[in-house]
């Protein structure tokens, strides 16, 4: 159906912007849907030589509610594909672009300019894609302040030919002889091939496999599957050594409490990160050693004076920060 926009004044009823350039009612409208048409927006002032531009509030002066809402979408939706509008992947809150590499949210999440996700240096914007893509599947979240679930399946076998995952249900009465669609028979319990004498096998205890173990690498196709493991051990890594740190920064105020946990956090991100882009660039190898050896000696110093410890580990992140910008 055709758009159309109706304001709360009359038709001939004169608006401006700040530039004090006057137009009637009906010719703004007419203007704003042609912009809206040819995705030229903020609509421009009537004026071909004024650079005032209308913005949403302004338009709230002029558009009745439901053709406001309309002319914000349009908005938003423009801004937001020529990459001058912004949303934060945490909270949401929308930021116009200054042109600088990163911008940080008042939520406090650093973002990268060119895609609006979490600032990534120094793996590029379409690997970090991927990398989020796939640790979503693992059952992570792409931010370490919210809740991770590592999901796992437990009795389970792995046929001896090619490794398909089998679990058998709770039954006591379930038959132990497994045919994989490989074409190979094989032994629940012991996970050998089949034969007679396993008629009686008692086996040993199955596997427990975790999601890791199953989701496959095929869509990161830009990170190298060693290196998508390290990471993700990292992140893994962290979540296991999380209470350890809470129990010893239990003791500082809490405001410094909450910094400290959040500037470690953000270090094993960096880890992260610089694991995926160490075979591409040796300076993120090195400082992916750097990291490693800074994050053991301050979880293995555990009579050190942890408020130091932190401070140490946060000019560090600082100094990595700065220059990555």
Do not use: W
């Given at each position: 159906s055709e758009m159309s926009l109706t304001s709360n004044y009359s038709l001939i009823h004169p608006f401006s912007l700040s530039c004090s350039h006057c137009f009637c009612t009906s010719c703004w409208l007419s203007h704003i849907l042609e912009s809206i048409y040819n995705r030229k927006l903020p609509a421009s002032c009537l004026d071909p030589d004024c650079p005032c531009t209308l913005s949403v509030s302004a338009a709230a002066a002029l558009l009745d509610s439901p053709s406001l809402d309309i002319y914000e979408k349009e908005l938003i939706d423009v801004l937001t594909k020529e990459g001058k509008l912004l949303t934060c992947p945490l909270c949401s809150k929308?930021?116009?672009?200054?042109?600088?590499?990163?911008?940080?949210?008042?939520c406090g999440l650093e973002m990268c300019t060119h895609c609006s996700q979490e600032h990534h240096f120094p793996v590029g914007?379409?690997?970090?894609?991927?990398?989020?893509?796939?640790?979503?599947?693992?059952?992570?979240?792409?931010?370490?302040?919210?809740?991770?679930?590592?999901?796992?399946?437990?009795?389970?076998v792995r046929c001896p030919a090619c490794k398909s995952i089998f679990q058998l249900g709770r039954s006591s009465t379930i038959c132990n002889f497994m045919h994989c669609r490989c074409g190979?028979?094989?032994?629940?319990?012991c996970n050998q091939r089949y034969t007679e004498a396993?008629?009686?096998?008692?086996?040993?205890?199955?596997?427990?496999?975790?999601?890791?173990?199953?989701?496959?690498?095929?869509?990161?196709?830009?990170?190298?599957?060693?290196l998508l493991a390290f990471a993700v051990q990292t992140r893994m890594s962290f979540l296991e050594r999380r209470k350890e740190l809470r129990k010893r920064i239990a003791g500082l105020p809490t405001l410094r409490r909450i910094q400290g946990d959040r500037s470690i956090a953000k270090l094993f991100f960096v880890l992260e990160l610089c694991y995926l882009n160490s075979r591409r660039c040796s300076t993120s190898k090195f400082?992916?050693?750097?990291?490693?050896?800074?994050?053991?000696?301050?979880?293995?110093?555990?009579?050190?004076?942890?408020n130091t410890r932190i401070l140490e580990l946060e000019q560090l992140h600082e100094s990595i920060d700065s220059w990555s910008k």
């Open positions: 929308m930021h116009f672009n200054s042109g600088s590499r990163t911008l940080t949210c008042s914007c379409d690997a970090f894609r991927q990398y989020i893509t796939y640790i979503r599947k693992l059952g992570f979240s792409n931010s370490y302040s919210s809740h991770h679930i590592v999901y796992s399946i437990s009795n389970c190979v028979l094989f032994c629940y319990h396993h008629r009686h096998c008692k086996g040993g205890p199955n596997l427990k496999i975790d999601l890791t173990d199953v989701i496959e690498q095929k869509s990161c196709s830009l990170l190298a599957p060693s400082l992916a050693s750097k990291l490693r050896f800074s994050l053991e000696t301050f979880f293995n110093r555990v009579h050190c004076d942890i």
